[in-house]
Every structure is written in structure tokens, then in C-alpha cells.
């Protein structure tokens, strides 16, 4: 059986295997609210227009009302015969309503009409990704204000460099992600033009008004250029790139807690909802969620290169190579949500260690920043030359098997006679993390007054937008 939609001039139907790797309704029914939506703006305008009579435009939309019910209750039936989701409403529609059905179709191409589809699609994910974004962002804020206080080590090379707050470690993720949503609600900002009136390239000879449409659509203009409306992908890969690097973000906080969670940091332990064991190792908890956020990651990235290689080698206007791009963002944005999810679950659950973070802040001299600076600030000493001297004390422990705050005065005075006893008061992993009140800075009085700050920036009802 040839289409009845653009059928026409085919004498015979699509063999088997032409069918099946044309089929695209399996997955853009994902568009169906969309396309709806569009066909409804569309049949409006065509009446305003007086392109379709008011008759036909009221049969149109009680017919796409109908539809509608059918999707939502699960009562419609999409058939893969008919291609894609597009062509799956107008056939179901020339069923409910008959003849008008064929007026919808006046002056559109499947061209703009998916274009636009997916742009509105894209524009709700955003939206919804905004607002888990922020969830995860309310999570990790409420565990900072918790942990203004708690001192870890910082790391730099993975090798303890200088006591933190957990509190400020956590709070760094809450940037992070605040410039995600930042790059997603960007690549809105741009998206939020209409192609629908391009028509399949070139425009059409019927008198629209595309401002109308792209008005009740919720776009800000027309596209301005119809080759151009129906030919670009950018919003999508905009969205990918976006997406890619958020879930890089989310990768590293995994990659953080897969560490913090084992027995040699031993930093967070998960409850047993974000454990799971091992089938042969009866001591083991498994950060398992942690690790699939951290793994899942390369589904985002692939998609990302995915479209941009579906992209690359495209002449315009439209061809059908363009049809693999909705998988791809489904996929990732299902993907996010998932992590999003997860990572926020994970962050409640997570219980730190306090005790055992400050032992390790302290261990490995990491306060001998501390040292040098009290060096420079109090004796008056030129950093260079207060961090060689501090060298030779951090020497000295080690010979020692001790820790800094455990030298005496006098093995200290063998290095700088001019130190005093008020240097012991620095060289603890409190004291030194108290002391960095620079703007950005760990200290604890910093971090609460991040977390106000944070809350202001990112949980308000526009922040970010
Ligand atoms: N299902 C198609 C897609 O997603 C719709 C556009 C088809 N256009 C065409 N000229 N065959 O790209």
C-alpha cells in the first residue's frame, strides 16, 4: 500500500526493509504534545488568514481535540505504516473529521513542522532540566550549610594540599551547576525562534502570518530565514554540548564520592538505600549509583558527537539524515534526568565522617601554607624565602615521623630563631581553614555566607534565568 499522505505518485508500497529504516513513530511520539499543539497555531492562523474556513478550522480543532484525548488516555493507535508521528495525527484526524483533515496540511511542510516540534520539545526539557538542576542544587546547599564547619583536606593532584570545609567543597559543585543552567537556558534564549511558515525550504505563496504562529507557539519571532528554519540543528546540539558538560559536573561529584565512600578515605558512607553488595565479597558496599552517574556520562558525549556528525557533511536544506537527531536528545535527556536523580538522592543520603576527615586534613603537613604565610605576615619574612625555611621545617617532621603542631619551639627556632609559641595557634587543620576569609575563600564564616548568597543566586524563582 503506497501513503495516502504522499502516496500520489508511487504506484506501490515501501518494501519491508525501506519501511523499516524509515520508521521514526517508535520514538517522535515523544513529539506528539508538540506537534498538536504546532498544528493547532497553524490551523488557527490558516482561519485568521482566511486560508480555511471558520467550518473546517472548527472541525480541525475538535478533531485535534479528540486526538489529544486519545494520546493521553493511551487510546491512540500509532502505526508504523504511517512513518512518523506527524503523519500518524493527520491520518488520525482524516479519520475523526474527513475531508477538512486535508486542509491542515495548507502551506507547511513536514519540513518546518518538525523543526518546530522539536524546538518546542527541546525548550520544555530545558525547562525541566532547570528545575532538577535546581533540586540538586537546594541538596547540596542544605549539606554545605550542615558542614560549614566539618574540615577535609583539599586536594590538589590528589595529594592533600590545604585543609577545607566540606561545606566549601560541596558549595563549589552549586557554581557548577548554576553555570549549567546558565548554558541551557542560553541555548533557549536562541532556540526560541519558529520555523513553522518555512514551509518544506523556500516559504510559501499562501498569505500567513507567521508572527501569529510563532506568537501562540511561545517563540519570540519567526526565524527569519526559511532555508535556515528547516535546515539547522544547533538548538540540539547547543542542548547536547550543554548537556555534556553538566554531565561532566556530575561525573567528577560521582567520581568525588566513589572515592570519599571507600574504606582508604573512608570520608561519607552511603546508607544502605545508595549501597548495594557484592555477590561474592560479603564486606563490601558498592557506590554503584555513584559509578553509573560517572559512566553514563559517555552516552551524553556520544551524543554530542553523534549530531555534530550527523551534521557536518549536510548541503541545505533538509534531508533525512536529520531524522536521527531526536533519538539522541531523548536519550540524553533521559539520561540526565536519571543522574540528576540520583546525584541528589546521593547528596541527601551521604553521611560524613567529621572525625576522620579532620584526621586526614591534618596529616601531610597541609597546614604548611600556614607556617609560611605566619612567616611572611608576622616576621615579615618574603614569601619565597618563608617558603624554603618552612621546607626545611616540613623536613625536619618528616625526619621525626610528626606533624607539624608536634615540633617543638626550639626545633622550629633551629630553622628561624625569630619563631614565637603564637605560631602553634596556625598550624592546626581548624585554624588554618578559619583563616581563609578572602573573598571565595574555605574559612567556615565564608561558607555560611555562601550559602545565603547561593540561595539568593539559584533557588530564588529566577535565579539563573
Ligand atoms: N520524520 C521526519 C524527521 O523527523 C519528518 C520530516 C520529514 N520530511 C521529509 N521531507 N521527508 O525528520
Redesign the pocket.
Known amino acids: 500500500m503506497t501513503s495516502k499522505i504522499?502516496g500520489g505518485r508511487f504506484a506501490a508500497g515501501p518494501s519491508a526493509i525501506m519501511e523499516e529504516i524509515n520508521v521514526?513513530v517508535g520514538f517522535?511520539q515523544r513529539l506528539a504534545k508538540q506537534d498538536l499543539h504546532g498544528s493547532r497555531a497553524h490551523c488557527t492562523m490558516l482561519v485568521a488568514q482566511g486560508i480555511v474556513s471558520k467550518e473546517d478550522g472548527d472541525a480541525i480543532q475538535e478533531g485535534l481535540t479528540r486526538i489529544e484525548k486519545e494520546i493521553a488516555t493511551g487510546n491512540f493507535l500509532f502505526k508504523r505504516a504511517l512513518?512518523?508521528?506527524?503523519?500518524n495525527i493527520e491520518s488520525r484526524l482524516a479519520d475523526l473529521i474527513g475531508a477538512p483533515a486535508g486542509r491542515l496540511h495548507t502551506a507547511r511542510?513536514?519540513?518546518d513542522?518538525?523543526a518546530t516540534d522539536?524546538r518546542m520539545w527541546v525548550r520544555a526539557a530545558i525547562e525541566t532540566l532547570d528545575d532538577e538542576i535546581r533540586k540538586l542544587q537546594a541538596v547540596l546547599i542544605d549539606k554545605a550549610e550542615a558542614h560549614a564547619e566539618t574540615i577535609m583536606p583539599g586536594f590538589t593532584h590528589l595529594q592533600a594540599a590545604q585543609p577545607v570545609t566540606f561545606g566549601h567543597h560541596l558549595l563549589a559543585y552549586v557554581e557548577m551547576f548554576g553555570r549549567d543552567r546558565g548554558r541551557l537556558n542560553d541555548a533557549r534564549k536562541r532556540l526560541n525562534e519558529c520555523p513553522l511558515g518555512a514551509g518544506?525550504l523556500a516559504g510559501t505563496s499562501f498569505p500567513i502570518d507567521r508572527a501569529l504562529t510563532a506568537e501562540k507557539l511561545n517563540f519570540d519571532r519567526p526565524m527569519a530565514n526559511s532555508m535556515d528554519a528547516v535546515s539547522d540543528r544547533d538548538f540540539a546540539l547547543e542542548f547536547l554540548a550543554a548537556a555534556s558538560i553538566l554531565a561532566t559536573h556530575m561525573s567528577r561529584l560521582a567520581e568525588e564520592m566513589v572515592n570519599w565512600s571507600s574504606a582508604q578515605f573512608g570520608f561519607i558512607r552511603f546508607t544502605d538505600a545508595f549501597s548495594t553488595g557484592s555477590s561474592m565479597m560479603p564486606q563490601k558496599r558498592n557506590p554503584d549509583a555513584a559509578e553509573l552517574v560517572r559512566g553514563k556520562t559517555g552516552r551524553v558525549f556520544g551524543g554530542l558527537i553523534a549530531l555534530l556528525t550527523v551534521m557536518k557533511g549536510l548541503p541545505l536544506t533538509?534531508s533525512?539524515d536529520?531524522?536521527e537527531?531526536?533519538e539522541i536528545v531523548f536519550a540524553a535527556f533521559d539520561t540526565l534526568e536519571l543522574c540528576l536523580a540520583a546525584t541528589a538522592g546521593m547528596v541527601e543520603d551521604m553521611a560524613p565522617d567529621a572525625k576522620r576527615m579532620l584526621a586526614s586534613a591534618g596529616a601531610g603537613f597541609t597546614t604548611a601554607t600556614d607556617l609560611a604565610d605566619w612567616l611572611t605576615r608576622v616576621l615579615n619574612i618574603p614569601f619565597r624565602e618563608s617558603h624554603h625555611v618552612t621546607g626545611k621545617i616540613v623536613k625536619l617532621a618528616e625526619g621525626k615521623g610528626c606533624d607539624l603542631a608536634e615540633l617543638t619551639l626550639a626545633e622550629m627556632q633551629a630553622a628561624e630563631p625569630r619563631i614565637t609559641q603564637d605560631v602553634f595557634k596556625f598550624l592546626t587543620p581548624e585554624a588554618s581553614a578559619a583563616s581563609r576569609t578572602s573573598f571565595g575563600g574555605t574559612a567556615p564564616q565564608n561558607v555560611r555566607a555562601q550559602v545565603k548568597d547561593a540561595r539568593l543566586r539559584f533557588l530564588t524563582k529566577d535565579g539563573t534565568r
Open positions: 504522499w521514526s517522535d512513518e512518523d508521528v506527524h503523519m511542510s513536514r519540513n513542522q518538525v522539536f518544506a533538509y533525512k536529520m531524522q537527531d531526536k
